[in-house]
């Protein structure tokens, strides 16, 4: 033995070793897994996700990282903001240009959906649970 008495023990083999000294027993364990977590998408699906990337980085996130940077630099330039004594524009101008990258990407994202669920056949699992998604948040008007 380990030296410790049998009762704690018992509780140190609980998952829960800390809500095991005010309840009798650990909660029951929930295994919950994402519905898409083992899914392969099809040639069809990876073509369209595949197409909304290559938009999403052309039209968004490219336009924006450059306008991003080119004001910060400008901004460092006029005196607007103040360069770092040693690294210099790079650091603030690369930070913009990252913050960029992701604006571009986030505003992507409705049209991205919105292609998704028009382009993918209705026999696909990946736009039939997009286009269930969208209906699920914006129900049609109700007519009288």
């Known amino acids: ?68 940077a080119t004001v910060t630099y400008a901004a460092i330039r006029a005196g607007y903001l103040q360069k770092h004594p040693h690294f210099g524009v790079f650091p603030k101008v690369m930070f913009t240009a990252l913050v960029g990258y992701f604006c571009g990407r986030w505003s992507y994202i409705a049209q991205c959906d919105e292609k998704l669920r028009g382009k993918l056949s209705a026999n696909s699992h990946l736009g039939k649970i997009l286009r269930k998604y969208h209906l699920d948040r914006n129900p049609p008007p109700k007519t009288k």
């Open 1 to 68: 033995m380990s030296g410790k008495n049998p009762k704690e023990e018992k509780n140190e083999d609980c998952d829960c070793f800390a809500d095991s000294r005010t309840k009798k027993t650990c909660p029951p364990i929930r295994n919950v897994t994402h519905p898409l977590r083992y899914y392969e998408f099809t040639q069809e699906e990876m073509k369209a996700l595949e197409e909304c990337d290559k938009e999403s980085f052309y039209q968004r996130c490219l336009p924006f990282s450059t306008l991003f």
